[in-house]
């Protein structure tokens, strides 16, 4: 039976917690307001998504496992990296085996993703004009032309509408399967009509070092993180992580931890048995309290003792 999500949020807390299928955690690169909206449609293997965020954003995670993703970026950003490609409005995203996420955004992004049952797309990329299952594999951003996005943009929505108003119909029903095919040869016509790789990024090794710094920060369990514990971890030297950074996010590693470390005292202050705002705060290495409360609000549109008071209990 096919289920439907429509929702505004003014949290990424609150958009990872309401999202289905998805293991992603979505966090903010600069201050201000934060706006998500979100739609899903979802059925027995096949699942709809689209996003819209308001602000520059880092998202890391898996995309739903037993199912093969797609993404299209449904309007133009300044910059959006996706692994290790530059990408533009022209663009599908094949997500690799394993269905990795790591993209980053400058501002404002719209993106429409599709995923699948592998087993369905197994089937139809045999026809594919090239070698499908090797696309699936590595994992791709593809130029494809205009008339292709739109039919399979046009595809996945006529789908998603028939499976909600036709929710009681079974999977062996000949409209069903119609639609069904209908829906994947839209998306096997882009993948053959594709230019495969285009959008690869010069900054490919420096990307992975961005990538593979940001996972040791998600696995520390330490209080206060410093650049000279990742260099160690990951095997680099400051020079080469500052100038990764640099180069993929535009913010120094320092500024990146100390925004790590912020979003640690917001998770600290909305959690029972966690102490008050300056216990917290001493605890995350924020010693100056005048200067943790201005940069706690420029990240999170609220002052400290304001998060404090949204604790459960």
Known sequence: MAHELT?????????????????????RLHGGDCRTSLRQVSAPGFLYTAVDLNTASLQQGAAPSGMRTF?????????????????????????????????????????????????LLESSLDDASRDGAALLADGAALAVDAPSRQRLVRQAGIYAEFQLKYAQARATDPLVRLMEEDMVQALV??????????????????????????AFTRQDVSDVLLISDICDAIGTSRRSLEMAFQRCLGVSPKRYLKRERLLRCHLALLSVGQGNVSQVAARFGFIHMGQFSSDYRRLFGELPNATLARRPG
């Open 7 to 27: 929702q505004e949020f003014d949290s990424f807390e609150a958009f990872d917690a309401y999202i289905s299928g998805w293991d992603t955690r979505f966090d």
């Open 71 to 119: 993404a299209l970026p449904l309007a133009p950003t300044r910059r959006l990296v996706w692994r290790d490609y530059q990408v533009e409005t022209d663009s599908l995203l094949v997500f690799p085996e394993g269905g990795d996420l790591f993209a980053l955004t400058e501002q404002s992004f719209s993106v429409l993703a599709l995923s699948i049952d592998s087993a």
């Open 189 to 214: 016509e882009g993948l053959g009509r594709s230019l495969y790789d285009q959008r690869r990024l010069p900054a490919a090794a420096a990307a992975r070092l961005v990538r593979r710094a940001i």
